[in-house]
Every structure is written in structure tokens, then in C-alpha cells.
């Protein structure tokens, strides 16, 4: 049994069963799991798990998936890499697919405790206090690509590179969340974080690329990702600090529309970034008209990146439509809509080409009628989520 935990979601419900753990406490949550701070039976060691509901009854079991997604890490990685976060030990029960991990650091940068005031340290969390020290970005930035550089050569990607899944352990950056993973196809469907997904929609190699440059941005800037390209109140410091400036570069490379202008993978982004560390060691130092001027370019640099960035945005874009329960069908501003044999589209799906705008989006159910999912800006937002329906 599951001994002495407490549901910080406020549900009533008891915490799942698992095998040789107690459950102590929710400490994370999301739209198909949830993650608790744990305590080992035999040793009384604290770890992470993770607990997934088997939906067999699902089209797309949240469970089945996770399993496939860490079959393939365990498949393709040959070793633990320093920078992903450990899975220990995989398990069922006749509900519940759960996973056990390594415990992250406390947000005061002490190790993990039972405490109740515990608080896993994100990466998210520690940007609320705004931009991080150059030196830190960049220790950062080369964690986050070493370990996103491992998935790349070993075939697989991401898909949801974001700083609410760069944990720290031991002070050290680790990417965690695997339950998007999938072998690298540019083919494959558009999933992840809809404001850290590319404009093109493509969620492949360059897609995490593009993830991770947003990442990069959100620490320099201390500004949110869907605030790219704006370069904030830190233009002037990136000039002056060479580390900021590469920092900045990289970014915006990453971030490019064109996603043939992006990085390849993770490990040629890695290998730029260690590249201007060693360019940054032999630089002189600027004199002030030399700070103005490139000032001026980083700004220049910014501004064109924006024009080239909401340009391609301006184009029609793919957005993806997912309903609970799936075959609902899709009515855009009060029009149903259909594919190119005249069908109409059901969820799950992607319609490629919807203009970048403000939308009335609704979807009719077969057995739950229809759901007013609300205005949608198109431009913004690339993934329509209706989680209910009001028939039950």
C-alpha cells in the first residue's frame, strides 16, 4: 500500500498503488500524468515516479505510448547520458503504467527532501527571478544540447523541449519527459508545446533545434519564449559580454523560420556553441564606439530576424485539433471542415493550410454533441485541445 501520501491537486482520491514505494506527495502534474515524490520501502531512498492511467479503452492510450516512447530510449541508448534523466525501473499495475527516476534538486538548489515546502528545480523555476548570468546560460545551454544531441544520433527526437522539462540533479541540467519521444521522421505528427513548436510545424531534429533556441532565448532575455524575437532590456549587456552575444547568435540561428536554415541537430548547435567559447577567450576588448555600433547591429539583427519570423507566420499554417473523446468533427467560423476528397475532418488531426488568424472554433460529437471550444488566434496557436464535452 501507498502509505501517508497526500493529493496536493485537492482530489480525494487515494494515490495509486505501486510496487516497493510509498507515494508521499504530488509534486507534479499534467495532461496524461502525474509525478510523486516518492520513498523506497527496503532503503528509504526519495525518488520521482511517475504514474500514467491505462485507458485501454482510448484510441491513443496516454500509457501505451509512454511505454513505446521509453522502449525506444532504452533500445537506441547504449548508456546513460549524463544529461537525460535516469529511469530506474519501468512497471504495470492492472491501472497504471508508472516509471521510476532520480528525484530533482529543491528550488533552493539543496538536495530533494521529503519536506513539504520540496519543490522540484526547473529550469521554468528558476527563470521566474528573471535572466540568468551569462556564465550560467551557457553552462546551461551546452547541458541541454549535450543531452538532446544524444537522442539526435541515436535516431530519435524530443518533441517537447521546453524549461519545464530540464530538471537539475545534483545541480546538474538533465532533460526529462520522454512521453513524446519518437525515432527521427520529418513525416511525423505535429506534437509537443504549441509555443515551442516551430512555425513549419514539423516536428523533427530541427524542430527540437528550434525548441531548444527559444530555451536559450528564455534564459538570456529573461523574457518568454512566445515573445521571440524581442530582444529585451539585455541588448547593450550582449554586446559588452562575448558569452551573451554567442549566446544571442545561436538563438537566433535556431529560431530561424526557414527550418533549412536552422541547426541540422542538436549536436552541430553544441558544436557552434563550444566553438564561440573558444573565439570568446582570444577577443579583445571593444571600445566604446565599437560597443555602439554593434548595438545598433544586435538590434538590426533582431529586427530582421522578426520581420523574417512574422513574415512566415503570416502565411497559412498547419494546426492540430484533438478532442476527448476523438471522432468529433471541426467547424471553423461556422463551417464544417473538410479534407480534399470532400470527407470531413476527425480528430485527432492536422489541417495544413488555415489562415493565421483569430477563429470560432467548435466541435460536433457523434454521441456528445457539440462543444464551443472558443476564439482561437491562429497565428499563436497551432494545437486545439477540447477536453470535455458538456453531455455527459
Known amino acids: 500500500m501507498s502509505r501517508h501520501a497526500?493529493?496536493?491537486?485537492?482530489?480525494?482520491?487515494?494515490?495509486?498503488?505501486?510496487?516497493?514505494f510509498d507515494l508521499v506527495r504530488l509534486i507534479g502534474e499534467g495532461g496524461f500524468g502525474q509525478v510523486w515524490l516518492a520513498r523506497n520501502r527496503a532503503t528509504g531512498q526519495l525518488r520521482a515516479v511517475k504514474v500514467i492511467r491505462s485507458d485501454r479503452s482510448a484510441a491513443a492510450d496516454p500509457a501505451s505510448r509512454e511505454i513505446t516512447?521509453?522502449?525506444?530510449?532504452?533500445?537506441?541508448?547504449?548508456?546513460?547520458?549524463?544529461?537525460?534523466?535516469?529511469?530506474?525501473?519501468?512497471?504495470?499495475?492492472?491501472?497504471?503504467?508508472?516509471?521510476?527516476?532520480?528525484?530533482?534538486?529543491?528550488?533552493?538548489?539543496?538536495?530533494?527532501?521529503?519536506?513539504?515546502?520540496?519543490?522540484?528545480?526547473?529550469?521554468q523555476s528558476r527563470l521566474e527571478?528573471?535572466?540568468l548570468a551569462p556564465k550560467v546560460c551557457f553552462c546551461y545551454a551546452r547541458e541541454l544540447l549535450s543531452g538532446l544531441a544524444s537522442l539526435h544520433e541515436a535516431g530519435m527526437v524530443h518533441r517537447d523541449v521546453k524549461p519545464a522539462n530540464c530538471l537539475f540533479v545534483d545541480g546538474e541540467l538533465k532533460l526529462a519527459d520522454f512521453g513524446l519521444l519518437a525515432e527521427a521522421d520529418p513525416q511525423i505528427s505535429r506534437v509537443g508545446t504549441w509555443k515551442y513548436m516551430p512555425p513549419d510545424g514539423r516536428m523533427d531534429s530541427r524542430a527540437d533545434v528550434y525548441a531548444a533556441g527559444l530555451v536559450i532565448y528564455e534564459m538570456i532575455t529573461g523574457l518568454p519564449a512566445d515573445s521571440f524575437p524581442r530582444p529585451g532590456e539585455r541588448a547593450p549587456e550582449a554586446v559588452e559580454?562575448?558569452?551573451?552575444?554567442?549566446?544571442?547568435?545561436?538563438?537566433?540561428?535556431?529560431?530561424?523560420?526557414?527550418?533549412?536554415?536552422r541547426f541540422p541537430s542538436a549536436r552541430e548547435m553544441r558544436a557552434e556553441l563550444e566553438a564561440s567559447q573558444r573565439q570568446t577567450e582570444v577577443r579583445p576588448a571593444r571600445r566604446r564606439p565599437q560597443i555602439i555600433a554593434a548595438v545598433a547591429g544586435v538590434l538590426i539583427a533582431f529586427g530582421l530576424a522578426a520581420l523574417g519570423w512574422w513574415g512566415f507566420r503570416s502565411q497559412r499554417v498547419p494546426v492540430s485539433f484533438v478532442t476527448d473523446p476523438f471522432e468529433a468533427t471541426i467547424y471553423l467560423d461556422g463551417r464544417l471542415q473538410k479534407n480534399a476528397s470532400g470527407d470531413p475532418y476527425r480528430t485527432p488531426c492536422t489541417i495544413e493550410d488555415l489562415p493565421p488568424r483569430v477563429h470560432h472554433v467548435e466541435f460536433m460529437h457523434h454521441e456528445f454533441g457539440r462543444l464551443d471550444a472558443g476564439r482561437w488566434d491562429f497565428a499563436k496557436h497551432r494545437r486545439i485541445v477540447g477536453e470535455t464535452y458538456p453531455q455527459q
Open 6 to 20: 497526500t493529493n496536493s491537486s485537492g482530489k480525494d482520491a487515494p494515490p495509486p498503488e505501486v510496487s516497493d
Open 129 to 131: 527571478s528573471g535572466p
Open 241 to 261: 559580454d562575448p558569452t551573451l552575444g554567442a549566446l544571442n547568435r545561436l538563438a537566433l540561428r535556431a529560431c530561424e523560420a526557414d527550418p533549412q536554415r
Open 69 to 123: 516512447s521509453i522502449t525506444r530510449l532504452e533500445a537506441n541508448s547504449r548508456r546513460q547520458h549524463p544529461n537525460l534523466l535516469n529511469i530506474h525501473h519501468v512497471g504495470k499495475t492492472a491501472d497504471h503504467l508508472f516509471y521510476v527516476m532520480d528525484l530533482a534538486d529543491d528550488v533552493s538548489g539543496s538536495p530533494g527532501s521529503a519536506d513539504a515546502n520540496y519543490r522540484p528545480a526547473t529550469l
